[in-house]
């Protein structure tokens, strides 16, 4: 008898970085654990593109603070006004982001590569609507509106 997973509801990801070595380690070790990365970006404006061409994105994965004017709070809200799931990755994230609805939690930095696809198994835990069993160090999920 065979068990499986389950269909995998989180697939594509975009992923929202300043940083340009953390940026690197992150697509790499999403790749290597099997997820596709449709993009790599530090503006919000870059994201918008890449939402707004490729609608087909299960994951944004966004540092608070980005390169330019807005920031991934902002993102965040933008891209949880099309349906897509948010998790923040970030050193320091502001109270009110907690409370908006517009991401399931925060990812704190530093972090492993294998912390953070744990991190996303969990959400995707989240939104199938399972319980969570354990969260991975650093992991705070935030309340589901």
Known sequence: MFFSKGKQQIRRILIVEDEPLLAFDTERALKQAGYQVV???DRFRDADAVIEKDGAIDLVI????LRGA????ELAR?????????????????????????????LAKPFQPHVL?????????????????RLPAG?????MG
């Open 39 to 41: 993009a790599t970006v």
């Open 62 to 65: 966004a540092d608070i603070r």
């Open 70 to 73: 807005r920031s991934g709070i």
């Open 78 to 106: 933008h891209a949880s006004e099309r349906g897509i799931a948010v998790l923040f990755a970030t050193a320091s994230c502001p109270d009110e982001a907690k409370d908006m609805g517009i991401a399931l939690g925060v």
């Open 117 to 133: 696809v744990r991190a996303i198994a969990v959400c995707e835990r989240r939104l199938a609507g399972l319980p969570v069993r």
């Open 139 to 143: 992991l705070t999920l935030f309340a």
